[in-house]
């Protein structure tokens, strides 16, 4: 069975960089994209970007500029940096799995990232 | 980017209500479409992939319909569990997008 297991800092300052990190347990490493999702309270999904294991990333466009994702193929994790952050990027973020033509099927259990000063 | 509209925002319904939510998108995503079921401090769970393929472990009482802009999830006869916030995401094209989110609310 797959599960994916999250974690990071939850309280953060403006400015700050955002870390966080995902650890997938089961199933295959390589064969899918892995995904950061987020959602601010009250609000909808966004999705922030995925990364494949040989390194092929994609990005939303509206992040770009400040996130990097990454991968560890030795551990079966990735993770997410989204640099100077501001009150809006405050958000429960989830990693999931997902494939180019398959939806995201399996989640993290999510971590709340507040941004205050 | 594509747009995804849902719509209603809301929907207040009954226990055996047949409910209906639309999702349109700005552009043809052809069938890759799919529908999401969120309940409060959860992550959200797929339900519909490629516009009507039920996911596995899925009641049969969930369905999907529609191509290219108009999309619909249908719940057949509405159960207890299942109010919660639904969502549509396309993934047709970079970035993936998701559309607003409909609260099935009780009556």
């Known amino acids: 069975q797959v599960q994916l297991q999250q974690w990071g800092v939850g309280l953060l300052k403006p400015s700050e960089t955002l870390s966080l990190t995902c650890a997938v347990y089961?199933?295959?490493?390589?064969?899918?994209?892995w995904n950061w999702i987020r959602q601010p309270p009250g609000k909808g999904l966004e999705w922030i970007g995925e990364?494949?294991?040989?390194?092929?990333?994609n990005y939303n466009p509206s992040l770009k500029s400040r996130v990097t994702m990454s991968v560890d193929t030795s551990k079966n994790q990735f993770s997410l940096k989204l640099r100077s952050v501001t009150a809006a990027d405050t958000a429960v973020y989830y990693c999931?799995?997902?494939?180019?033509?398959?939806?995201?099927?399996?989640w993290g259990q999510g971590t709340l990232v507040t941004v205050s000063s | 980017d594509i747009q995804m509209t849902q719509s209603p925002s809301t929907l207040s319904a009954s226990v055996g209500d047949r409910v209906t939510i639309t999702c349109r998108a700005s552009?043809?995503?052809?069938?890759?479409l799919a529908w999401y079921q969120q309940k409060p401090g959860k992550a959200p769970k797929v339900l519909i992939y490629?516009?009507?393929s039920l996911e596995s472990g899925v009641p049969s009482r969930f369905s999907g319909s529609g191509s290219g802009t108009e999309f619909t999830l249908t719940i057949r006869s509405l159960q207890p569990d299942d109010f919660a916030t639904y969502y549509c995401q396309q993934y047709s094209s970079y970035s993936w997008t998701f559309g607003q989110g409909t609260k099935v609310e009780i009556k």
């Open positions: 490629r516009a009507s």
């Open positions: 089961g199933g295959s490493f390589t064969d899918f994209y």
């Open positions: 999931a799995r997902g494939d180019l033509l398959y939806p995201f099927d399996y």
């Open positions: 990364i494949h294991h040989s390194g092929r990333i």
């Open positions: 552009q043809s995503i052809s069938s890759w």
